[in-house]
């Protein structure tokens, strides 16, 4: 008995051993130099920051895989305002040099359809309106949680419960967390799938010596909101065409003191032909002239323009008069010629928002955003970007320019 029990040891440890040797290496670098131009403040922000990111991911052992990941964010030029640097003479570019874990996990597939992830982890749900990872700055956001991903017959279903935020300014604003996240999509065809979805967010400071905004803030953050989301796509001869409909409810949660109840709706169509591809969206966030609809982990960069004019760090994002945001996107998605096959699929995107308050209607201001992307090798690209702001008069967010030039490598 004893040589059989040895024996399934050994065996056990030449499997690990065979997913170990599977690993693969998670290798990535962002060098990104940002610039701001904001009414109102003299000085110009200029941001040089470096983030590494260095992990390793297992092979698989009875349908379990491990991920470990490190950042690193250094800021060669400092001349910013990274909320945490004190350098308050200029604009915010949300920053940091910062180290920290990243992403720490386990998962579990105990079948084809099902998934398991505890740790820290990435989470992405929909187009990251409510739950993201606010990829585009240097710190990425993540989830100290537990979720399930399974598939039942027609329907997807992802179900986590969020034990903290590593939020993108590092651990000196990271939120502890009660709070559980529900999301089901039920396909019916191509052209239509409906999604449901609940995220009841509850938050504290996670700060060791937290100051009264600390506080406030992640109590303000704290909201239910709950929702539905109807999309899908089809083609009209080489047009393929698509759609989204989306309305959700919010009201305060945790410790929130407020009392409101909000109303978020989005509406967008699109169409794609050959290398084009043109969207019309329109937003309506409302406001009760004290209290906007927000959205604490969403990925607020993608919308309401690239200049970041309502992204607030403190989470709590919001106008109190809301916000109804009409915009256009062009995309041009091109190809690799032979006479230039160091610039691989360059994509140009160029966007324009038009964007009023929810209540009595007032002009905020008008934004320009285009963004060109390219490869230069198979694993190192380039992104040019820019931003311009021009806000509607003095009683609104100041207007700005913001100017990216960002090479990325990939392993």
Known sequence: MSALLAAAEVRAEDTIAEALAASKPILESSLRLEGVDQQGIAEKAEALTWRNRLGLQSGEFYGVKALVEIDSVIAPVEKYNSTLNGKTIYPNVVDPAVTEINRAQLTWMPTADTTLTVGRQRMILDDARFIGNVGWRQDEQTFDAVRIDTTLFRVKLTAAYLGRINRIVGDAKDWKSNSYVLNATYSFSEAIKVTAFDYNLRFSTAAKAPVAADITNARLSSVDTKGLRVFGTGWASSVKLGYIAQYAEQEPAGDNPAVFNLS???????????????????????????????????????FEGFADVFASTGG????????????????????????????????????????????????????????????????????????????????????????????????
């Open 316 to 411: 709590n994002k919001t106008f109190a008069d809301g916000i109804d945001d009409l915009n256009l996107t062009l995309v041009v998605a091109g190809h690799t010629r032979p006479w230039a096959p160091w610039f691989m699929n360059p994509t140009l995107t160029v966007a324009y928002h038009d964007m009023k308050t929810n209540r009595l209607e007032r002009s905020i201001g008008k934004e320009w955003d285009a963004v060109l992307t390219a490869g230069l090798t198979k694993n190192l690209s380039l992104m040019l970007k820019y931003a311009d702001f021009e806000r509607a008069s003095p009683t609104m967010p100041a207007s700005r320019t913001k100017t990216w030039i960002m090479l990325q490598y990939k392993l």
């Open 264 to 302: 978020a709706s989005m509406y967008e169509a699109n169409a794609t032909w050959d290398i084009f591809t043109l969207k019309l969206n329109y937003e309506s966030l409302e406001g009760n002239g004290t209290q906007g609809f927000i959205t604490p982990l969403g990925t607020v960069h993608a």
